[in-house]
């Protein structure tokens, strides 16, 4: 059983930065392929970044080279470093977690990121 808690999302003007945390609770973390999604009012959840328990990562194009995603698995914490940001980056980001081959998932509550001059 894993809860995820996510932090660090708020208000900021385009060309902005935010860091998202996202925080586990449960056992063997490391093992864990981490993710972020986000859902746009009216839009479906889209795949931002994923993180696997070797470190390897992918990103959406349209978060290429603006956003990197990293973990310290010492502190079961997942992290979303967003820079440049634009107005399209608007959305509430969940983190996500996943055993590989396990169909179960995780899902944190979300956390509402809002880019606005």
């Known amino acids: 059983q894993m809860q995820l808690v996510e932090s660090g999302g708020g208000l900021v003007q385009p060309g902005g930065s935010l860091r998202l945390s996202c925080s586990a609770s449960?056992?063997?973390?490391?093992?864990?392929?981490m993710s972020w999604y986000r859902q746009a009012p009216g839009k479906q959840r889209e795949l931002v970044a994923v993180i696997r328990g070797d470190g390897t990562t992918d990103y959406a194009r349209s978060v290429q080279g603006r956003f990197s995603i990293s973990r310290d698995d010492n502190n079961n914490t997942m992290y979303l470093q967003a820079d440049s940001l634009k107005t399209e980056d608007t959305a509430v980001y969940y983190c996500?977690?996943?055993?590989?081959?396990?169909?179960?998932?995780?899902w944190g509550q979300g956390i509402q990121v809002t880019v606005s001059s």
């Open positions: 449960g056992s063997i973390f490391r093992l864990y392929t």
């Open positions: 996500r977690c996943q055993l590989p081959g396990v169909v179960r998932e995780y």
